[in-house]
């Protein structure tokens, strides 16, 4: 199947990835230079994209 995901934020690649690990081709569309630009200022480059908390 092929799947077109519109936005290359977080959110948009998360899905572009998601749908890419069920055997589809993904195209994504972004309007801006370059996707996940919000990516690379937060978290120091290190992206904490979800909730999830890892305890020791």
């Known amino acids: 199947m092929k799947v077109v995901v519109i936005g290359g934020g977080p959110a948009g690649m998360l899905a572009a990835i998601s749908a890419s690990k069920d055997g589809n081709s993904v195209t994504i ?3 801006m230079d370059k996707s996940g630009k919000k990516l690379l200022i937060t ?3 290190r992206c904490n994209i979800t909730s999830r908390t890892r305890y020791k």
Request: charged share 50%.
């Open 29 to 31: 569309l972004e309007k």
């Open 43 to 45: 978290g120091k480059g």
